[in-house]
């Protein structure tokens, strides 16, 4: 079974950063695309970024994050990253990375219904 694990949440002022790695465990992730979602306490889990299996050469970000989030991958590391500028109280939740196991070569989805192995999740707090 494919499994993910993500690290680097924690507590953040408003207008600090956080980077998130995602890292796989015992295999390697280049040839899956890979998405990150969030869930706010007492909300749905929502879509917020995805990049492409391989080179990466797409990346796609909700409409709330544009401008201020950026994913990317370091496949010489097994690890894709999402550096979170900006942050606001509206980004707290448990952030958690997904792969897609049959992806369209180049693409990546924006929303869950493709995305079939996941990481236990890590915990973005923005509070003052």
């Known amino acids: 079974q494919l499994q993910l694990v993500e690290s680097g949440g924690g507590l953040v002022q408003p207008g600090g950063s956080l980077r998130l790695a995602c890292a796989a465990s015992g295999f390697t992730l280049n040839p899956y695309p890979i998405g990150w979602f969030r869930q706010a306490p007492g909300k749905e889990r929502e879509w917020v970024s995805c990049?492409?299996?391989?080179?990466?050469?797409?990346?796609l970000y909700a409409d709330s994050v544009k401008g201020r989030f950026t994913i990317s991958r370091d496949n010489t590391k097994n690890t894709v990253y999402l550096q979170m500028n900006s942050l606001n109280p509206e980004d707290t939740g448990t952030y958690y990375c997904s792969g897609e196991s049959y992806p369209y070569p180049g693409l990546c989805a924006p929303d869950d219904g493709h995305y079939d192995f996941w990481g236990q999740g890590t915990q973005v707090t923005v509070s003052l």
């Open positions: 990049i492409s299996d391989r080179s990466g050469i797409m990346t």
